[in-house]
């Protein structure tokens, strides 16, 4: 799997090793359906995921809801009609460079910035 964890500011959830302290930036292919909390449909091909994760003792625990900046989000990089690893791969090797930068501007809750910067790099 195409992922990168990068370290952040921590952000406090409720309860001792809960501390959400690393960004998790991965490539994933999404089959595309209907969204109702966004009301949109979602597109078929390949997004690029954020999400902010505590790692620990072999496990990565991360939250579902919350803010943007507690429970990440993701940006539709390339339509794809099925799911290509190659293209996957692309994509990711487009991003990793970013890595340190998304992670600054993940911290300043610049989330523009995130987004110019990984359609920039496609």
């Known amino acids: ?15 001792a090793d809960n501390t959400l302290n690393e ?15 966004a009301n949109q449909v979602n597109k078929r091909g390949l997004y690029v995921h954020f999400s902010p994760v505590h790692r620990g003792n072999g496990f990565v625990s991360t939250t579902l809801l919350g803010s943007r900046k507690e429970s990440g989000f993701k940006i539709f990089v390339r339509e794809l009609g099925r799911a290509s690893q ?22 300043s809750e610049d989330w523009d910035g995130i987004y110019q910067m990984v359609k920039q790099a496609m």
């Open 23 to 37: 960004l998790k930036i991965s490539v994933r292919y999404d089959k595309g359906s209907m969204n109702y909390f």
């Open 86 to 107: 190659k293209q996957a791969d692309d994509v990711f090797n487009r991003v990793e460079p970013l890595a340190d930068e998304i992670a600054k501007k993940w911290n």
């Open 1 to 15: 799997m195409n992922e990168i964890y990068k370290p952040i500011n921590p952000i406090e959830r409720g309860g």
